[in-house]
């Protein structure tokens, strides 16, 4: 084996730190499971049905700069890089994270490598066997129901090539690996915590049951896909995790089915069409003028392309609207300015496992530029990075007395933190001509400090001016505090990586990467500039954040400072 070039660890951990990471941050999504003898009996005494692979096609786009740096054998995950060349497998590289193993076993990459014309499908088929030679059989952390989900779903979206010849001597072991790993997560399934890997199998089972012929089986998988889409997709459309990119994973996966199910021509479900078109406003309705997403809870930006490809699929246009009630999102749009604030509670688990705290916090975009966001989410960067942006702290909202506005409480049945709440929050909106004003506000600090967070948002009708006022309230149905201590707090504006700022007189100048110039602009005297993160691009970058400090009278009504404090964000007249 060759010697590693440009390895990168942030910070290095020995073996045990990491395992101890990996359990605190992955909880029982992340325990070793045990295998299931019956099913794998099964397998053996059942002939393997007839496939025709060539009916199955996924709409997502291929990425080939992923693709390529594959075929040249380097692997990164987060801050994680290994450059082996092309005679290394990476779940044998010595001194890896669990979390680079996690994201390698669920072969998320198969599909990019394999684009790369003979090179990458060789590359491609020759991992795959390795894997099948040296983990298929079993083997408790990659056979977790997870993983299993991921990578039977990318092994299918490559069946043609992979299992092109299924009784030939390569693709027939392929084949006995994955029949023995679908089998085995349906004996997890209904046991499992993982709530993404139960709407995998749904879709799995509906695709396997289509390529074979198998009616049966594909009427048990669409009624298990009707189960999971009534729990894990909201009325409005939203995913209940209130993530756009789990959103657009599901999106994605479904429309595989509904276009499989035409190809075999056999009935589509009503579900799919009371979903599919509610799915896809939703999707329009986070996706930004730049083509990606908003990196809300536990979202990245995702590429422009899978969010095109997604809408695209859809068979009449996206319905508009500027509220979503259930996913709780309310936009203010005008001219080519665009803010979408989180108006939401957290969601009840299982489903707030990753989901953040952060109430009242906004994204917001001067066309296709990205101004102010929030720390954002990948699921590529390390786990304990992926914990701690989850935090209020890492939004674009106000932080008091350091504490979060939801309390995270342990979720029994994965042993991870979920937010809970806030309380109270609600908004309202007002439009007038052109101008837009909402005011929202919810109870998260009631119970400590007595305090309620209000925020109001006034949107100029030709999108050259977001006025914001911040207040902490004491409600009048609440006596005064004997103990008038002043209260520390914290209104962060996280900034993209795309944005330069400085400090100028009475302003701060930001400056996008497209050009577009802006203004912050507050009386309060306590502003300044710090260093942020910002992981949803994949990698963890340094942007700058904009900061007000001050402290609150606990017994504020809110009105005067300095339990109120305005601010605006203005276009800069020479833009």
């Not at 939703?282 to 095109?308: C, I, K, W, Y």
Request: glycine share 10%; hydrophobic share 40%.
């Amino acid at each position: 084996m060759s010697a590693p070039v440009g390895k990168i660890r942030s910070p290095r951990r020995t073996p045990e730190q990491d395992a101890a990471l990996w359990r605190r941050f992955r909880g029982a999504l992340g325990d070793s499971v045990k295998p299931s003898a019956s099913q794998w009996l099964k397998v053996i005494t059942t002939p393997s049905p007839e496939y025709d692979w060539s009916l199955f096609s996924h709409p997502g786009p291929l990425d080939p700069l992923r693709g390529e740096a594959l075929s040249r054998g380097i692997w990164r995950t987060g801050a994680e890089r290994y450059d082996f060349g092309v005679d290394t497998v990476p779940w044998k590289i010595e001194g890896a994270s669990l979390h680079f193993q996690d994201r390698v076993h669920r072969f998320d990459w198969l599909p990019h490598l394999a684009g790369q014309g003979e090179n990458g499908v060789d590359r491609a088929l020759w991992l795959v066997d390795e894997w099948v030679e040296t983990h298929g059989q079993f083997d408790g952390f990659s056979w977790r129901a997870g993983p299993v989900a991921d990578r039977v779903w990318n092994w299918i979206r490559c069946g043609q090539i992979l299992f092109a010849e299924p009784d030939g001597e390569e693709a027939k072991p392929r084949m006995q690996a994955l029949r023995r790993q679908v089998m085995h997560l349906e004996a997890l399934a209904d046991a499992t915590p993982d709530v993404e890997a139960r709407f995998r199998l749904a879709i799995i089972l509906c695709v396997m049951g289509g390529l074979a012929g198998d009616m049966d089986r594909l009427r048990s998988g669409l009624d298990r896909l009707d189960a999971e889409c009534t729990a894990q997709i909201l009325p409005d459309g939203g995913h209940v995790s209130r993530s756009p990119e789990r959103l657009l994973r599901i999106l994605l996966d479904l429309v595989s089915v509904r276009n499989l199910l035409r190809r075999i021509d056999a009935p589509e479900p009503d579900f799919l069409g009371k979903w599919l078109p509610r799915m896809g406003a939703m999707l329009n309705f986070h996706t930004s003028p730049d083509g990606g997403l908003l990196p809300f809870n536990d979202g990245a930006e995702a590429r422009p392309q899978d969010v095109s490809a997604a809408l695209s699929e859809l068979d009449v246009p996206p319905r508009r609207f500027t509220f979503s009630p259930k996913s709780g999102f309310q936009k203010l749009e005008r001219g080519s300015l665009r803010l979408v604030l989180d108006v939401g509670a957290a969601p009840d688990p299982p489903f707030a496992d990753m989901a953040h705290a952060g109430a009242l916090g906004f994204e917001l975009h001067d066309g296709p530029a990205r101004i102010v966001t929030s720390c954002g989410f990948s699921r590529e960067v390390d786990v304990d990075m992926q914990a701690a942006v989850r935090r209020t702290g890492a939004h674009s909202t106000l932080v008091l007395g350091g504490r979060d506005n939801a309390d995270f409480a342990t979720n029994d049945a994965t042993g991870l933190l979920s937010p809970v709440g806030p309380d109270g929050i609600s908004a309202k909106r007002l439009e007038e001509e052109d101008e837009i004003w909402l005011d929202a506000q919810h109870s998260g600090y009631k119970a400590t400090f007595g305090l309620l967070h209000r925020r109001r948002l006034f949107m100029a009708g030709d999108g050259s001016r977001l006025t914001g006022e911040d207040s902490l309230v004491r409600p009048v149905s609440q006596q005064d505090l004997s103990d008038e201590r002043p209260i520390g707090f914290e209104i962060r504006f996280h900034l993209h990586p795309t944005v330069t700022a400085l400090m100028g007189r009475g302003a701060i100048l930001l400056e996008c990467e497209s050009g577009a110039r802006w203004r912050f602009k507050t009386s309060h005297a306590g502003t300044r500039l710090e260093k942020s993160l910002y992981l949803s691009r994949g990698a963890i970058e340094h942007p700058e954040q904009i900061v007000i400090s001050g402290r609150a009278d606990p017994n504020g009504d809110g009105s005067l400072p300095p339990n109120c404090v305005r601010w605006a964000f203005l276009r800069d007249a020479e833009t």
